[in-house]
């Protein structure tokens, strides 16, 4: 248990639809990043909140939306959705922004759109 | 843009040590070299990171040549549990929110 936690593990949806996925951080760490893992692009970054404020963008796109709360965990949320969304999600969170000793990485949650 | 070259595959045999290659020639004087592993889809795990120096902790050492151009992962005694994608990036901590991930280096470690 790397102390991130992602709800839910697993998600099969229809195309059209949209749905939350949910990151609560390691305890004390303030920064979350979301990343993406399909087959065909790798491990791409999302968005990044730190202390509730969004600070840094990827290749997210305009569909998907994150945000981060005063308790600090942060939703991901998909709409519109499409085959090719079909992912597994990823959530990280680290003390600060760009902290030096790396990130520690959620479980992740498996998106299949049908 | 890559800035790492990584080999695609490479077999180890337990209990031996396993070398990861990683050619950055690009570096810059403030980027760290980082190297995180990804076992079957689980979520990518940090192993270790430096700048210059040789570092060493209980999972790992990284080695880096003098001119930066390039490291090398040392997992001492490789196990069937050390299987996995390990990734070398390369960034500026700190500075540098998001991690690249590239294609990696897909470990199998056989009995």
């Known amino acids: 248990d790397s102390g991130v936690t992602q709800t839910p593990k697993h998600l099969i949806t229809a195309t059209g639809q949209r749905v939350t996925l949910r990151c609560s951080p390691r305890?004390?760490?303030?920064?979350v990043y979301w990343y993406q893992q399909s087959l065909d692009q790798g491990l791409q970054f999302l968005i990044q909140?730190?202390?509730?404020?969004?600070?840094a963008k990827g290749n997210i796109l305009e569909r998907f939306s994150a945000q981060q709360f005063p308790d600090l965990h942060s939703e991901l949320n998909l709409s519109s959705l499409e085959l090719g969304d079909s992912a597994l999600y990823f959530c990280a969170s680290s003390l600060t922004p760009g902290s030096d000793y790396g990130y520690t990485f959620g479980s992740g949650t498996r998106l299949t759109v049908v | 843009d890559a800035k790492t070259t990584q080999p695609p595959s490479m077999d180890c045999a337990e209990g031996r040590a396993a070398n990861l290659p990683c050619n950055h020639s690009?570096?810059?004087?403030?980027?760290?070299v980082y190297w995180y592993r990804q076992i079957h889809s689980q979520g990518p795990q940090y192993i270790i990171h430096g700048l210059k120096n040789n570092e060493t902790n209980e999972m790992a050492s990284l080695i880096i040549t003098e001119d930066r151009k390039s490291s090398t992962l040392i997992l001492p005694h490789a196990t069937l549990r050390d299987t996995a994608v390990y990734y070398c990036?390369?960034?500026?901590?700190?500075?540098?929110?998001?991690?690249?991930f590239g294609a990696g280096t897909t470990v199998t470690v056989r009995a």
């Open positions: 690009t570096i810059s004087g403030n980027e760290y």
């Open positions: 909140y730190y202390n509730g404020e969004e600070r």
């Open positions: 990036i390369v960034r500026v901590a700190r500075d540098d929110y998001k991690l690249s």
């Open positions: 305890s004390g760490d303030l920064s």
